[in-house]
């Protein structure tokens, strides 16, 4: 019986894939995930209060430091993470970066340094260009914001897919999304952090001209004054809430949809106050959404808007067309 059950064993090891979850030989505050299958290994070292970045060889294909106490990310610490595609720092208060931080890390997609606590105008300027195939950048939420992220920083991340940042009001630390984003040709989404206040006017994504989503959820008090004119790329657009009066943002919005010609979803949460006065708004708004773009998905939740239709007004063609409106208060 044990010989049959071994022979069991050895067969399956040999034709499946095993996931083996152990501590990491190199540091054991991680754990390494272990597919048999595969060549490479992804490393968890998730709140352990680490301070100083371990030593990794060189099979590890992700990497969790999340939730540590890393305060600085000294030359070369991963230099010899050829095969590193993932790298998550987010909650480590990192102030100090250099020039060499990021060195050897020519493979890695997506570089997650989400509430930490960096000064982009004190670090050094050629801190990223390493990182030669990076697609995904976060760097959202840090505690240091008040800041515009310079674009010279990023600017030879020229396969940038993906960027996830805090936005501020143009101030002496920078405009928002200055000429050097220009080049990156291939940036399509865009995700806003800590973000309040802000005019989103025609020139706000000058520099940014391939978007296709646009997040702006997180933007308190935000202003829709056309900013997005012409976007006939736009596939999914999300907004926050509008400052007062909301109308002014709204009547813009209602015009610049028509130019929206691709635009499948569009989220409106939370973006109304109580006692706006829509007087038709909602109807034109509805209207041009459906003749002039491809809308599918459209969510009003947690809006306050007295006038809607019964739903025989509207006459969607589109089958896949999904639409939240509660908990809506009317
Ligand atoms: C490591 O993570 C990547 C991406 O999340 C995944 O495709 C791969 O299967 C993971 N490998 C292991 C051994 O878990
Ligand atoms: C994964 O585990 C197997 C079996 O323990 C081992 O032979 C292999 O070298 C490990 N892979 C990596 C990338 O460490
Ligand atoms: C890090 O590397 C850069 C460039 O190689 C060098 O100028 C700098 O002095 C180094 N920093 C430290 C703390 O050694
Ligand atoms: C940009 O994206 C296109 C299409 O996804 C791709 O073919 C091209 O190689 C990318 N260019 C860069 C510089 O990453
Ligand atoms: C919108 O922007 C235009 C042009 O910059 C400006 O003239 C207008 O006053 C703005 N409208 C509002 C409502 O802020």
Same mark, same amino acid.
């Given at each position: ?17 095993? !996931? ?5 030989? &190199? ?21 352990? @209060? ?13 990497? @969790? ?9 000294? *030359?070369?610490?991963?230099?010899? =993470? ?55 950048? *976060? ?26 940042? @805090?936005?501020? =009001? ?11 984003? %220009?080049?990156?040709?291939?940036? %399509? ?25 646009? @997040? ?9 004054? =056309? ?14 809430? &509008?400052?007062?009066? =909301? %109308? ?38 509805? *209207?041009?959404?459906? !003749? ?8 009003? *939740? ?29």
């Amino acid at each position: 019986m044990k010989g049959v059950l071994c022979l069991i064993i050895i067969f399956m090891m040999k034709y499946c894939q095993f !996931i083996i979850l152990v501590p990491c030989k &190199f540091d054991s505050r991680c754990v390494c995930l272990n597919d048999t299958s595969k060549p490479f290994i992804n490393v968890s070292c998730v709140g352990k @209060d680490i301070i100083k970045i371990p030593k990794f060889p060189p099979t590890v294909y992700s990497i @969790d430091l999340s939730n540590n106490k890393i305060g600085s990310i000294p *030359n070369r610490s991963f230099e010899y =993470q050829v095969n590193l595609r993932i790298l998550d720092l987010t909650s480590n208060c990192i102030t100090v970066l250099e020039t060499d931080s990021f060195k050897g890390l020519q493979n890695l997609h997506k570089l997650v340094l989400e509430r930490s606590c960096i000064n982009f105008h004190k670090v050094p300027v050629s801190v990223f260009t390493p990182l030669t195939s990076l697609k995904h950048l *976060n760097c959202k939420y840090i505690w240091f914001h008040g800041i515009n992220l310079p674009g010279l920083l990023v600017s030879t991340l020229i396969h940038l897919e993906y960027l996830e940042v @805090d936005v501020s =009001q143009s101030t002496p630390y920078g405009i928002l999304f200055d000429k050097h984003f %220009t080049k990156l040709l291939n940036l %399509t989404k865009l995700k806003t952090g800590v973000c309040s206040g802000i005019e989103f006017d025609e020139k706000t994504f000058i520099n940014m001209k391939y978007l296709t989503a646009i @997040d702006l959820s997180s933007c308190v008090s935000q202003k829709y004054n =056309q900013s997005l004119y012409g976007r006939n790329k736009l596939n999914s657009l999300a907004l926050g809430t &509008f400052i007062l009066p =909301q %109308t002014k943002s709204f009547l813009s919005l209602i015009s610049d949809v028509k130019t929206f010609s691709s635009l499948e979803s569009l989220f409106l949460i939370g973006s109304f106050e109580p006692n706006v006065e829509f007087n038709g708004l909602i109807f034109r708004f509805f *209207n041009n959404l459906q !003749i002039h773009t491809k809308i599918k998905e459209l969510r009003l *939740n947690n809006n306050y808007i007295r006038e809607i239709l019964p739903p025989e007004k509207f006459s969607y063609h589109q089958e896949l067309f999904k639409f939240w409106i509660s908990p809506t208060i009317s």
